[in-house]
């Protein structure tokens, strides 16, 4: 059972938007520690995909969002690509555990 | 161009040691914090330890305290884990990654491709 939430799967047509919840609480997200989120290719390793809640590394396309309300935060995929098919997960910082924390993993199927 | 590339994975039984490795290039490693986290066969990441870049602060998960050892050597920018009394539940793939911002809510900007220990009698 992760600390941070996320739905497991999700899936959309080419070109379309979809959005990936993580869900955390007063310990973690909504005691206003940042959300990070990473992709994961199949077979390989997780690369940083959005860093400090909303802010893209070099060379992400703007496509690829991320915002954080509360005890949540999303990460929204717009026009999406079949090569954006991948696994998503969400980190952030638990006081109660005193460690970083990952969501379970969201699978992104493009229809 | 930033790399990081573990080694010593492999097949050990359990209650057995292991070692991981991981050598890094294309950065100033000695000014960084480092970090491994794994992923189990078809399952999420998992943090397990940290260490800062003097070696003076070091955490681990509760799921590997006791158990795994986490130490770099800067003059050779290298980062171990020396893993004992080895579990079946510690199968998994192991990274190691670069920590960055200063903030508690740190996160991880590079990775490694991982190596794959696995625990079976």
């Known amino acids: 059972q992760s600390v941070l939430t996320q739905p497991p799967s999700v899936s959309g047509a080419p070109g379309q938007r979809v959005t990936i919840s993580c869900t955390g609480s007063?310990?973690?997200?909504?005691?206003?520690?940042?959300v990070h989120w990473y992709q994961q290719l199949p077979g390989t390793a997780p690369k940083l995909l959005i860093y400090?809640?909303?802010n893209r590394p070099s060379g992400i396309p703007d496509r690829f969002s991320g915002s954080k309300s509360g005890t949540s935060a999303s990460l929204a995929i717009t026009g999406l690509q079949a090569e954006d098919e991948a696994d998503y997960y969400c980190q952030s910082y638990d006081s109660s555990l005193s460690g970083v924390v990952f969501g379970g993993g969201t699978k992104l199927t493009v229809l | 161009e930033v790399q990081l590339v573990e080694s010593g994975g492999g097949l050990v039984q359990p209650g057995g040691s292991l070692r991981l490795s991981c050598a890094a290039s294309g950065f100033t490693f000695s000014s960084y914090t480092m970090n491994w986290v794994r992923q189990a066969p078809g399952k999420g990441l998992e943090w397990l330890s940290y260490i800062g870049s003097s070696s003076f602060i070091i955490y681990y998960a509760e799921s590997v305290k006791g158990r795994f050892t986490i130490s770099r050597d800067n003059a050779k920018n290298s980062l171990y884990l020396q893993m004992n009394s080895l579990r079946d539940e510690d199968t998994a793939v192991y990274y190691c990654?670069?920590?960055?911002?200063?903030?508690?809510?740190?996160?991880?900007?590079?990775w490694g491709q991982g190596t794959l220990v696995t625990v079976s009698s």
């Open positions: 400090g809640n909303s």
């Open positions: 007063s310990s973690n997200i909504g005691a206003d520690y940042d």
């Open positions: 990654a670069r920590k960055r911002s200063s903030s508690p809510s740190y996160y991880f900007d590079y």
